[in-house]
């Protein structure tokens, strides 16, 4: 039975995740759970699974939350509790949202553990410093990604020595969010609720607005060079609205491998526990007797500019991706709390890239100091000193 920690427990993969260890009961075990601040639905959780160790985010919930979880159960602290906690399980899910989760990825690594990965920013933010770890003994990192999870299985079939050699490009699908195919006046209109309603899949609301602009796609352009070593040149994002299928590879010989499924997060975080087998229940599986139609478009560049400025960041590399990103992550914030309109997500993002030190990304505190820096020069745009 493979033991499972679960941090981000009750946000959208940490529930999904649970969902898929209900279904196959005997294969898996839920060791380490955490969250943040909703202690009911950790302790409730805690009551079902008794793991043996839980860890709260918010440290003036720590004495209420062990007053509420089993007799027995080890009760953490904030992110020193989130990356010992990440130690605990021979599998770690990262579900944590934003910068907060690189702490975690760090430590799950560096201790060995195989790393369902769905916090990309701390991927994209600390590339330099998480490849080194992926070479740890019994260290392995597993997307949990509908695009990377497809890419992962699609160079699985042509597993062999030198396969490096007969890639020539990846292809990230995308939904084109709730957006596509509208012009530059609609979207100067764009409200709060209109970019939260994504087409396709149900998400938190970070991640949802940064589908609406592109930028999900761009900054999983960043996480897929860093995942698979592949060069920007090589990767292409193309416009699918159905969702079914989650990315390609496309091989010397012409031949595209492609994953297709229903749009269901729990397939890539099956496969992400499961690895390298796989799990007996169906999540996504597509009935073949009803009639399909698959559409492809190009992404809209123009009224959509966060694709290419992830891009552009993804290409400069060392600390470029961390400060784009705690640029983008207080863009969004600004936006869902009415300070800024949808199209100044992209044009404060932009400034605050103008503005880009430059700086190697030697250790951790280079990285941090790079993510709080593009949240700066956001915060100066929204004053008004850089627009």
């Known amino acids: 039975m493979t033991t499972v920690a679960i941090l981000g ?37 805690a009551r079902e699974f008794k793991p043996e160790v839980v860890a709260i985010g918010n440290p003036g919930l720590a004495d209420q939350l062990s007053g509420e979880v089993p007799e027995g159960t080890e009760v953490l602290i904030g992110a020193e509790g989130y990356e010992e906690l990440a130690t605990r399980a021979e599998v770690v899910v990262n579900g944590i949202v934003g910068f907060a989760g690189l702490g975690v990825t760090l430590a799950a690594l560096s201790s060995g553990r195989r790393l369902a990965l769905a916090n990309k920013e701390s991927l994209i933010a600390a590339g330099p410093l998480v490849q080194p770890l992926r070479s740890t003994p019994g260290a392995e990192l597993i997307p949990v990604d509908s695009e990377h999870c497809a890419i992962h299985q699609c160079l699985r079939s042509g597993d062999h020595e030198g396969q490096d050699r007969y890639l020539h490009q990846l292809v990230l699908t995308a939904s084109g969010g709730p957006f596509r195919g509208w012009g530059s006046d609609e979207l100067q ?21 940064d589908s609406s602009t592109l930028m999900n796609k761009g900054l999983e352009v960043i996480e897929a060079h860093e995942l698979f070593g592949v060069d920007y040149k090589k990767i292409e994002v193309v416009v ?148």
């Not at 390298?276 to 229940?281: F, L, Q």
């Not at 961390?322 to 997500?345: Q, T, Y």
């Open 9 to 45: 427990a009750t946000g959208s993969i940490g529930s999904q995740t649970i969902e898929v260890v209900r279904a196959e009961p005997e294969r898996f075990r839920i060791t380490a759970l955490a969250a943040w601040s909703s202690i009911d639905s950790l302790a409730s959780l």
């Open 189 to 209: 209109e764009v409200t709060i609720e209109e970019a939260l309603a994504h087409p396709t899949w149900a998400m938190g609301p970070k991640i949802t607005v």
């Open 240 to 387: 699918h609205p159905e969702s079914i299928v989650h990315s390609m590879a496309t091989f010397t010989d012409g031949a595209t491998i492609a994953q297709l499924s229903e749009p269901d997060m729990r397939l890539p975080i099956a496969y992400a526990l499961a690895y390298p087998e796989r799990v007996d229940t169906s999540f996504g599986g597509i009935n073949w007797g009803t009639s399909k139609s698959l559409h492809f478009e190009p992404p809209d560049r123009n009224n959509f500019p966060c694709l290419d400025l992830a891009y552009s960041a993804g290409e400069t590399g060392d600390t470029a991706p961390a400060w784009m990103n705690g640029a983008n992550e207080a863009a969004v914030d600004a936006f869902l709390k009415g300070r800024i309109s949808w199209p100044e997500i992209a044009s404060s993002i932009e400034s605050a890239l103008n503005q880009y030190d430059g700086a190697v990304a030697e250790s951790v505190e280079a990285v941090v100091r790079a993510d709080l820096r593009g949240r700066e020069c956001v915060e100066t745009y929204l004053s008004g000193g850089a627009r």
